[in-house]
């Protein structure tokens, strides 16, 4: 609410002072920050468990990770075509229109997830083979993508929730819930993945009992913590939210007369939200379908360098993590000031985010240097995965300052509705600098040498993410209020 209410100032021609903006960023920052280490928390916690089954285990889930990274950047991109509207709607004090979003976001992207579900379901079969997987990592890799095909119609909940929640101002809630989910994706882990065991704390013995589904438990258990989050968070947009509230009283509900509300589907609404969403959608795709190919480039190298790839993939995560949380906090106050008619605004919101995403994944990245030798043997009692991913590791934290500048100019970028050109600038720099540099890299250097092509291409996105940025084209785009 406190979001809110500084919007409205904002929108009547204040002009606040660049600290009271830098305090805003940190203040919706640092929600969405944590929010973005509970979930790299949540991945840690898979992989460890996992991790200590074995190389092959982690190797199953690792072969099968960068198609889930897609069905999940699939889902998150095409709630961006909603979310960005409702943040431009509250902006300017437009809450029955912003509702009316946030009910064609539920169905439409709800049909979407289930779309997404039939197809993921047919191939998972197929999938770890396609991507030259082979014996016990591929058989496990099956069963893991085919618990998590089936869970995206959850995965696509949390993340309508998420977004209406975030854009509407409310940053809290989501990080909140975030975090719990890290303890209850501990807790289903523990019944699922293990056998019946006693735990010994502070004296207590403590007996849990288990399944014994190794790989599968650890699908299960993240796929349940995903579904019980999400139906919370929608409960906190559609009847909690001042804004977003679907139920209660006119007072209640902020209920002003820019629309009618309804739970049609508007063609109006659903194009803008393709106008938005269908460049990152295609940017998931092939950027993911990359991913994918970089994968496969591995996967070759043999169960070492698959099962080091995975887990050096993950310990980066609370590198860039933070940058995804800033980049939220970007694509919320751009997209309010747009609202509200402020470009100056939006411009030194874009500004300052940037700035500070590429400040704070620096330092995470310096940190991590010196500690990822101790991070990869948490993550797997392997001695040879652990000195392979924490060597891979390092090769390519050199870049993350300027994959801060990429990831959080690009969510400035997202709240201004400027999505075509960054999305191309993205596929260009993956597909024609990281993979065919990879390819090379890879036969020359092993898996070190597919890291080292992977910072390279970072280092180029983020210097021309922030030449867009900075020439300040992107200002010039018409605000969804009012076209």
């Known amino acids: 609410m406190a979001m809110q209410l500084d919007m409205e100032q904002l929108a009547q021609g204040e002009s606040p002072s660049r600290r009271e903006l830098a305090k805003l960023v940190f203040s919706l920052s640092l929600p969405t920050i944590l929010a973005e280490f509970a979930v790299i928390a949540m991945e840690y916690i898979d992989a460890a468990m996992v991790g200590s089954l074995g190389a092959e285990a982690t190797a199953a889930i690792g072969l099968v990770a960068s198609s889930t990274w897609l069905v999940g950047g699939l889902c998150a991109a095409s709630s961006v075509g909603f979310s960005v509207q409702i943040a431009q709607h509250v902006g300017a004090g437009e809450y029955c229109r912003a509702r009316n979003v946030l009910r064609q976001s539920i169905i439409v992207l709800m049909a979407f997830s289930v779309l997404l579900t039939i197809i993921t379901v047919a191939i998972s079969s197929s999938l770890p083979y396609w991507l030259g997987g082979e014996g016990t990592p591929a058989e496990e890799g099956v069963l893991y993508f085919l618990v998590f095909s089936i869970a995206t119609p959850a995965l696509m909940l949390e993340r309508i929730g998420v977004g209406a929640l975030q854009c509407a101002g409310d940053m809290r809630t989501p990080s909140v819930w975030s975090a719990l989910a890290c303890l209850l994706d501990v807790l289903f882990n523990l019944v699922l993945i293990f056998p019946s065991t006693t735990y010994e704390i502070f004296g207590l013995h403590i007996f849990v009992p288990g399944c014994d589904l190794g790989v599968l438990g650890a699908a299960l258990g993240t796929s349940a913590a995903e579904l019980f989050v999400g139906v919370v968070l929608m409960w906190f947009a559609c009847v909690k939210s001042p804004m977003l509230r679907l139920v209660g009283t006119p007072e209640e509900r902020f209920l002003t ?84 008619g402020r470009r100056d605004l939006a411009k030194q919101f874009a500004n300052l985010t940037t700035v500070f995403g590429m400040v704070i994944m620096g330092v995470t990245a310096l940190i991590m240097f010196f500690a990822a030798p101790f991070v990869m043997s948490l993550l797997t009692p392997v001695v040879a995965v652990q000195e392979l991913g924490a060597l891979s590791l390092r090769a390519g934290l050199i870049a993350e300052p300027l994959f801060g500048a990429s990831i959080v100019a690009a969510g400035a970028l997202r709240g201004a509705g400027d999505t075509l050109i960054p999305s191309i600038m993205n596929l260009i720099c993956m597909w024609g600098i990281r993979i065919p540099l990879a390819i090379f890299m890879a036969g020359a250097y092993g898996l070190v040498g597919v890291w080292v092509a992977m910072a390279i291409e970072l280092c180029v996105r983020g210097t021309i993410f922030l030449i867009r940025l900075l020439r300040g084209t992107w200002l010039k785009r018409t605000s969804i209020t009012q076209a």
Not at 267 to 282: E, G, N, T
Not at 297 to 326: D, F, H, Q, R, W
Request: charged share 10%; aromatic share 6%.
């Open 257 to 340: 007369n820019d629309a009618q509300e309804c739970w049609h589907v508007e063609s109006r609404c659903c194009k803008i939200a393709l106008k938005i969403a269908s460049p990152i959608m295609f940017e998931r795709v092939v950027m993911n379908g990359a991913q994918v190919v970089q994968t496969a480039i591995v996967a070759p190298l043999k169960t070492t360098a698959l099962a080091a790839n995975s887990l050096a993939i993950t310990a980066e995560g609370l590198c860039y993590m933070p940058g995804y949380g800033i980049a939220t906090a970007a694509t919320t106050l751009v997209g309010q000031s747009f609202g509200a």
